[in-house]
């Protein structure tokens, strides 16, 4: 049997000296989106991102924290990784520019390119741009880069070259041949002209850069990192040994539009020089703009991934960016736009699809999937639509209309939405005749949302899964083979899963100002440890948070800590944040607003009317951006630290003091 075919992409291995913002996000969440519609079409599909830990920034970077180099990136690659992993975007093959393995890889390309030819000693004197890791053709001393805007450096130094002066025609032909290798197509236009325009020779080896990989044998060199850096979608795929692995060429390789010229010039002219295949398509998407200018962290304009998964979950997140900009284009960000489309498209579109449907199959036909009775118009109309999107859809995926395709999926929504609308099943009776078309049209509803589920799988990855389990539908919705998905497989018959809000509403104002206050608290952490919500020692057993004997305290001490006897008034749960419980207490004097870590443990409702023991004099912090002001006291259990929480056998007065 032939084996699946395969798909290789990248997203650019992102620099070291920051963390990952939305941008970043951005680019990786294409690549996870593409990952998973490519495997439901039935690739093998390897995707890579990785870390780029060359470079004067880092050397600067390194030096300001007052830590080694290696010790540096190899805390922030660390970081890069387990954000991805913590967004449900994990690379297949996670690359860092200081693996062994890319090492080995660099010096072999070096070593193609300079047996076939193409590389030679000389001297450059120019101006460098230390925050692009590029020499600026053409800038005079005191010019600033065109790029960034920042002052260039003047740098003369040894250096080899690589003569991409020999690759003008070469390239312009491949373009030609390859008319889909650079996209879109606006981009393409732009880098023609530049390569027409002439090609200069390339330095690629760096005698005053101390802190990059070195060129065997002509040590101080060390490799350029754009040398080094795009040479890691190769080593990424076992490198020298490559056939063996057979992902490379490379299918698709995502970056954002400032980096093009790297990818579609250098890039292609290093792999022509060494023999080497080519990658197929390169894809340049546009920047996610704040207040009309690029994100820095320099600007103080960056917006953090993970305050927003924390709050609206990460398919909110990756819907909006694939669902607000035509990918290509520049769009601007606004916590306004995110929040009104989670509102409008996810919790009162798809979420509120789904769960009306289950609700009335489970009122009507006891939580299993009814069988279609006879069909009206309208219903087949309804099928029709569906069937016909199908096509159009997979078609926008695969010409990387993420934004279309979503719209078209979302008009499948609507189009339910307005069937149910006019239908109105839960205005039928209990007649045979009536139980007839409610059934018809329920199966008729949860065959559509089987449908637009799969469809939006690759983008919304784990509420579309939820939806798959609420159906009762067999396996898992990121198994489904986009080629055979038809209107007609709902499997009718199987039990409901368990009820769940998928998207439950949020009060714009009040979701926009926790996730403010939770990027501020991941920017500016707290320089001392916070108290913890609930008074739990962090290692299991009571004795473990006792201080060692040396460190007992005095009665003054334990003075300083006022607890009184408070009686929870309200509790709920709280979006974003499954441990925890936001609770108002009355403490005697004053109603308080305290948020507790015992949301897995506790019911809500169980708690109302209550008495605890809780610390009234902490100074207040949010806790995921919901102020807290105090703490309950709880026992911590067993090896998991499950929380008790501290009572009163006995009547007690609201107020107490605990002494
Ligand atoms: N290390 C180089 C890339 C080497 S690839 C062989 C680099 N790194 S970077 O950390 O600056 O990441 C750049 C990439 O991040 C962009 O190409 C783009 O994919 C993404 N973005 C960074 N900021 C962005 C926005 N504001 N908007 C969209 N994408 C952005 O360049």
């Given at each position: 049997?032939?084996?699946?075919?395969?798909?290789y992409?990248?997203?650019?291995?992102?620099y070291?000296?920051?963390?990952?913002?939305?941008?970043?996000?951005?680019?990786?969440?294409?690549?996870?989106?593409?990952?998973?519609?490519?495997?439901m079409?039935g690739?093998e599909?390897?995707?890579?991102t990785g870390?780029?830990?060359?470079g004067?920034?880092v050397?600067?970077a390194?030096?300001?924290a007052?830590v080694?180099?290696?010790e540096?990136?190899?805390?922030?690659?660390?970081?890069?990784?387990?954000?991805w992993?913590?967004?449900?975007?994990p690379?297949?093959?996670?690359?860092?520019t200081?693996?062994l393995?890319?090492?080995?890889?660099?010096?072999?390309?070096?070593?193609?390119c300079r047996?076939n030819g193409?590389?030679?000693k000389?001297?450059?004197t120019?101006?460098?741009?230390?925050?692009?890791n590029?020499?600026?053709?053409d800038?005079?001393?005191?010019?600033?880069?065109?790029?960034?805007?920042?002052p260039?450096?003047?740098?003369t130094?040894?250096?080899?070259?690589f003569?991409?002066?020999?690759f003008?025609r070469?390239?312009?032909?491949?373009?030609?041949k390859?008319p889909?290798?650079?996209?879109?197509e606006?981009?393409?236009?732009?880098i023609?002209?530049f390569?027409?325009?002439?090609l200069?020779?390339?330095?690629?080896?760096?005698t005053?850069i101390?802190?990059?990989?070195p060129?065997?044998?002509?040590e101080?060199?060390?490799?350029?990192?754009?040398?080094?850096?795009?040479?890691?979608?190769?080593?990424a795929?076992?490198?020298?040994?490559?056939?063996k692995?057979?992902?490379?060429?490379?299918?698709?390789?995502?970056?954002?539009?400032d980096?093009?010229?790297?990818h579609?010039?250098?890039?292609?002219?290093?792999?022509m020089?060494?023999?080497?295949?080519?990658?197929?398509?390169?894809?340049?998407?546009?920047?996610?703009l704040?207040?009309?200018?690029?994100?820095s962290?320099?600007?103080g304009?960056?917006v953090?991934?993970?305050?927003?998964a924390?709050m609206?979950?990460?398919?909110?997140?990756?819907y909006?960016?694939?669902?607000?900009v035509?990918?290509?284009?520049?769009?601007?960000?606004?916590?306004?736009?995110l929040?009104?489309?989670?509102?409008?498209?996810?919790?009162?579109?798809?979420g509120?699809?789904?769960?009306?449907?289950?609700?009335?199959?489970?009122?009507?036909?006891a939580?299993?999937?009814p069988?279609a009775?006879?069909?009206?118009?309208?219903?087949?109309?309804?099928?029709?639509?569906?069937?016909?999107?199908?096509?159009?859809?997979?078609?926008?995926?695969e010409?990387?209309?993420?934004?279309?395709?979503?719209?078209?999926?979302?008009a499948?929504?609507?189009?339910?939405?307005k069937?149910?609308?006019?239908?109105?099943?839960?205005?039928?009776?209990?007649s045979?005749?009536?139980?007839?078309?409610?059934?018809?049209?329920?199966?008729?509803?949860?065959?559509?949302?089987?449908i637009?589920?799969?469809?939006?799988?690759?983008?919304l990855?784990?509420?579309?899964a939820?939806?798959w389990?609420?159906?009762?539908?067999?396996g898992?919705?990121s198994?489904?083979?986009l080629?055979?998905?038809?209107w007609?497989?709902?499997?009718?018959?199987?039990?409901?899963?368990?009820a769940?809000?998928?998207?439950?509403?949020?009060?714009?104002?009040?979701?926009?100002?926790?996730?403010?206050?939770?990027?501020?608290?991941?920017?500016?952490?707290?320089?001392?440890?916070?108290?913890?919500?609930?008074?739990?020692?962090?290692?299991g057993?009571a004795?473990?948070?006792?201080?060692?004997a040396?460190?007992?305290?005095?009665?003054?001490?334990?003075?300083?800590?006022?607890?009184?006897?408070?009686?929870?008034?309200?509790?709920?749960?709280?979006?974003?944040?499954?441990?925890?419980?936001?609770?108002?207490?009355?403490?005697?004097?004053?109603?308080?607003?305290?948020?507790?870590?015992?949301?897995?443990?506790?019911?809500p409702?169980?708690?109302i009317?209550?008495?605890?023991?809780?610390?009234?004099?902490?100074?207040?912090?949010k806790?995921?951006g919901?102020e807290?002001?105090?703490?309950?006291i709880?026992?911590s259990v067993?090896?998991?630290?499950?929380?008790?929480?501290?009572?009163?056998?006995?009547?007690v007065e609201?107020?107490?003091?605990?002494?």
């Amino acid at each position: 049997m032939p084996g699946k075919p395969k798909f290789y992409l990248t997203t650019p291995i992102y620099y070291t000296n920051g963390l990952p913002h939305i941008g970043h996000t951005y680019t990786t969440v294409v690549a996870d989106v593409i990952r998973r519609y490519k495997r439901m079409r039935g690739y093998e599909v390897v995707m890579t991102t990785g870390t780029d830990e060359h470079g004067v920034n880092v050397e600067r970077a390194a030096k300001k924290a007052g830590v080694p180099e290696s010790e540096f990136v190899a805390k922030m690659a660390a970081a890069w990784r387990s954000l991805w992993d913590e967004l449900g975007v994990p690379a297949d093959e996670f690359i860092r520019t200081t693996d062994l393995r890319h090492v080995r890889t660099v010096q072999w390309l070096f070593k193609l390119c300079r047996e076939n030819g193409y590389v030679y000693k000389g001297h450059y004197t120019g101006q460098y741009c230390i925050y692009d890791n590029a020499f600026v053709n053409d800038a005079k001393p005191g010019d600033n880069c065109p790029d960034c805007g920042r002052p260039t450096e003047t740098i003369t130094e040894e250096n080899y070259f690589f003569k991409l002066s020999a690759f003008q025609r070469p390239l312009l032909d491949f373009y030609k041949k390859n008319p889909e290798f650079i996209q879109p197509e606006s981009r393409k236009n732009e880098i023609v002209s530049f390569v027409e325009g002439g090609l200069k020779d390339l330095s690629i080896t760096r005698t005053t850069i101390r802190w990059g990989i070195p060129v065997p044998g002509e040590e101080p060199h060390v490799f350029y990192v754009w040398f080094d850096a795009l040479t890691a979608y190769l080593s990424a795929v076992d490198g020298p040994e490559y056939e063996k692995r057979g992902m490379w060429p490379a299918d698709l390789h995502l970056v954002g539009k400032d980096i093009i010229r790297f990818h579609t010039v250098y890039w292609p002219a290093f792999l022509m020089a060494a023999m080497l295949p080519l990658p197929k398509q390169v894809w340049a998407h546009g920047w996610f703009l704040m207040d009309a200018s690029k994100m820095s962290k320099s600007k103080g304009n960056v917006v953090l991934p993970r305050p927003i998964a924390n709050m609206l979950g990460m398919d909110a997140l990756r819907y909006f960016l694939l669902r607000e900009v035509v990918f290509g284009q520049d769009g601007n960000f606004s916590y306004d736009a995110l929040v009104t489309r989670y509102n409008s498209d996810l919790a009162n579109g798809l979420g509120n699809l789904a769960s009306r449907t289950a609700a009335m199959i489970d009122k009507n036909f006891a939580g299993k999937i009814p069988k279609a009775g006879k069909l009206l118009a309208q219903d087949e109309a309804l099928a029709r639509e569906t069937q016909s999107a199908i096509g159009d859809i997979l078609e926008h995926f695969e010409k990387m209309e993420f934004a279309r395709a979503l719209e078209s999926i979302w008009a499948v929504i609507a189009a339910a939405d307005k069937y149910l609308t006019k239908e109105q099943p839960w205005a039928l009776g209990d007649s045979e005749g009536d139980t007839q078309r409610k059934a018809t049209i329920l199966s008729t509803t949860a065959e559509l949302l089987r449908i637009v589920t799969t469809l939006a799988h690759p983008v919304l990855p784990e509420s579309t899964a939820k939806v798959w389990m609420l159906l009762g539908q067999p396996g898992s919705v990121s198994a489904v083979e986009l080629d055979g998905l038809r209107w007609g497989q709902l499997a009718s018959g199987v039990q409901l899963g368990k009820a769940q809000t998928l998207f439950p509403r949020v009060e714009k104002s009040e979701a926009i100002e926790r996730i403010e206050s939770m990027a501020n608290e991941e920017l500016n952490p707290p320089a001392a440890p916070a108290p913890a919500p609930v008074a739990t020692p962090t290692s299991g057993s009571a004795a473990a948070a006792a201080p060692a004997a040396s460190e007992k305290i005095g009665i003054e001490d334990f003075a300083k800590v006022e607890m009184r006897v408070g009686q929870i008034k309200t509790a709920e749960r709280i979006v974003g944040a499954d441990k925890l419980l936001k609770l108002t207490v009355d403490i005697g004097t004053e109603i308080r607003q305290i948020c507790a870590g015992i949301a897995q443990f506790y019911e809500p409702d169980s708690l109302i009317g209550r008495k605890v023991a809780v610390v009234t004099n902490l100074a207040p912090r949010k806790l995921r951006g919901v102020e807290s002001n105090g703490m309950i006291i709880a026992a911590s259990v067993g090896p998991e630290g499950r929380p008790v929480l501290a009572g009163f056998p006995e009547d007690v007065e609201v107020g107490a003091r605990l002494k």
